[in-house]
């Protein structure tokens, strides 16, 4: 229950789990700093090594997105790792680039609030310096994510759909063309598909959602939709399906997106381009 209850706020919570890790870095980083400096014996002011790792830290927050933007592009999963593990580290340099410079363009207002001015030094030889440590803390980040959804993974339990072997035609599925066999913490049983409202990628897997439960299953979204489609499924979103019959309201954005209201209060995005398909599947024929 415990695991579900985080589940059920999970957005919510890693956001405030990552807004924690960050605070708890900054004062740690600040903590270290002004010892280092004042032993050396240098000059400054007391709020200037909270300015140095703020926006530093801040800075890293902000391009956490695109790391995982990333990572959904370039997954490092089996029969892809070298390749997109390449392009993860080709990735650093850009991803550094963009931290620099939005780090030392806040510290620049910031100073100058202050009365004063902000000398970064020499660009190349800093540069050097701050990318060496942002190599080092992309791949931080991107363990730490990877890591959070192997234990996310192992404490829902698994769940996958029968797989044959590569070259032969699939063997006739035991399972009622309704249900889903799910395998969850180690117990096995099937889900009604009927009872589905929405399902969300998560990385490799597909979390369905049910009756307040999450049930994860290691698949891809467009072979599940295969699967859920016949049952009165719609694909609303990259990430995103739903069942129709769970459908409480549409509303239109300003963007051309729009939000789905479902029966149980839950908001999903819909993208623009799947709106025009879902229209023909609510349209009785």
Do not use: C
């Not at 620049?108 to 030094?121: A, N």
């Amino acid at each position: 229950m415990a695991v579900e209850k985080y589940l059920a706020s999970k957005r919510q919570l890693e956001v405030g789990l990552w807004a924690l890790f960050f605070s708890v870095q900054w004062l740690a980083q600040f903590a270290v700093v002004s010892l280092e400096q004042r032993s050396g014996g240098q000059d400054f002011q007391s709020w200037e090594p909270l300015v140095w790792e703020g926006t530093s830290l801040l800075m890293v927050a902000l391009l956490l997105p695109l790391i995982l933007a990333w990572d959904h592009q370039f997954p490092l999963q089996k029969g892809v790792i070298g390749r997109n593990l390449t392009i993860h580290l080709l990735l650093t340099l850009p991803w550094s680039l963009l931290h620099v410079v939005g780090m030392v363009a806040m510290r620049t207002v910031i100073y100058h609030l202050e009365g004063g001015s902000y000398d970064f030094g020499n660009w190349s030889l800093e540069f050097l310096y701050e990318y060496l440590k942002d190599f080092r803390t992309y791949g931080i980040l991107l363990s730490i994510i990877y890591l959070y959804r192997f234990l996310l993974v192992h404490l829902q339990g698994k769940a996958q759909l029968p797989e044959h072997p590569a070259g032969e035609a699939p063997l006739k599925s035991i399972e009622p063309p309704d249900r889903l066999l799910i395998k969850k913490l180690g117990k096995e049983f099937l889900v009604n598909v009927p009872q589905i409202e929405w399902v969300e990628a998560a990385g490799n897997y597909m979390n369905l959602h049910l009756d307040g439960r999450v049930y994860p299953l290691r698949d891809t979204m467009a072979k599940l939709l295969e699967r859920l489609e016949p049952n009165g499924f719609a694909r609303v979103h990259r990430s995103y399906i739903v069942r129709l019959d769970f459908i409480a309201e549409i509303e239109p954005l300003e963007s051309g997106d729009a939000r789905i209201h479902l029966e149980n209060g839950r908001q999903i995005p819909m993208s623009r381009r799947y709106r025009d398909q879902l229209r023909s599947q609510l349209t009785p024929s």
